[in-house]
């Protein structure tokens, strides 16, 4: 008999997925979130986003809307490691990160990890911890790595940070800085639902929670062949201009007083390939970059009035303005 042809391979040695493998693929994950998370299509999507393109999510908005549940939802549909940690301002570096401890009989210490140690991990409230706190994830987030004792221990992959906060309550919280705000792909708003996807809510919760009754549907090994296939989505050069025009604008702009950075744009454009491959193309669209501009950007800027209550707000109106001046290559 004849042999069967080889099975493509990515450079880590994963098989490659198809387009159409990877649309079934996330149409499923899809699914799976929305059944908790309901009547929320461009949350979800966007949640997708910072998974394809290995990124970390911020999730603000005002209490009892679904920001821990979109963060569980999502960590429950993937067969990988998950921990949930509440952050309060109590909490030390090694509640999170581990410590050694001495072992008696062997004369020896020995690391027990911490709940970082996970391949998804939620950080309910991030912004109540204090900042020595909150600096402890600049490492994981940023290398996939934690450095204990002068030994380095690498994260197991895929690894996802997903952090709520609620933007309206100050009284016993820690901002979080420009240099821990930069490590987060995304930053999305849930919003209240429909009036018919809030009575559907009422419904599903007859009989509780339906997040605890939520199956996984793939596992670690999907997850990173699907990143990799993101990261063959085409991205065009003049798309590629677009995007740096973008960038340039926020960094010259009078009103600004800090644009966003290399990485920012780096992020904007791993986005962008998630976007294409989540919606059933090979190649990104302006409107790919467009639509995510506000998401990726607006939380890595600092107006000269950042100090307003509503200067999240500002920043978006300010993208928008952007995206509005700027051409679009045809």
């Known amino acids: 008999m004849p042999e069967s042809p080889p099975v493509e391979q990515s450079p880590k040695g994963s098989a490659i997925l198809s387009m159409v493998e990877s649309t079934a693929l996330l149409g499923r994950l899809r699914q799976n979130v929305e059944n908790v998370l309901l009547g929320k299509r461009d949350v979800v999507d966007l949640s997708l986003v910072a998974l394809l393109a290995d990124g970390h999510i911020l999730i603000e908005d005002v209490p009892g809307v679904g920001k821990t549940l979109l963060a569980k939802g999502l960590a429950r549909s993937l067969s990988c ?41 939620l950080a309910d409230e991030i912004n109540r911890a204090t900042p020595r706190s909150q600096s402890a994830l600049l490492e994981a987030m940023s290398d996939r790595s934690i450095s204990v004792d002068g030994k380095t ?106 644009g966003a950075s290399t990485r920012a744009g780096l992020a904007l454009y791993r986005a962008s390939q998630a976007l294409a491959l989540i919606e059933g193309r090979e190649y990104v669209i302006p409107d790919d970059i467009k639509r995510l501009a506000g998401p990726v950007l607006a939380h890595r800027l600092m107006l000269k009035r950042s100090r307003q209550a509503n200067a999240k707000d500002t920043a978006v109106a300010f993208l928008d303005e952007v995206l509005g001046r700027i051409t679009v290559p045809t």
């Open 81 to 121: 490691s998950f921990h949930r940690i509440q952050f309060t301002p109590d909490l030390l570096p090694s509640d999170l990160i581990g410590t050694s401890v001495y072992h008696q009989p062997t004369g020896q210490f020995i690391f027990h990890p911490g709940p970082l140690f996970a391949q998804i991990v």
């Open 153 to 258: 221990h690498i994260l197991a992959s895929p690894f996802m940070v997903l952090a709520t906060q609620n933007p309206f309550e100050f009284e016993g919280t820690y901002p979080l800085p420009e240099s821990q705000l930069d490590r987060f792909l995304l930053r999305i708003r849930i919003g209240y639902p429909s009036r018919s996807a809030e009575k559907d809510v009422l419904s599903s919760h007859r009989q509780g929670e339906p997040v605890d009754k939520l199956q996984p549907v793939f596992g670690a090994t999907e997850v990173l062949a699907l990143q990799e296939r993101t990261r063959q989505i085409r991205f065009d050069a003049k798309l590629q201009d677009y995007l740096l025009d973008i960038v340039e604008a926020t960094r010259t702009a009078s009103q600004v007083t800090l």
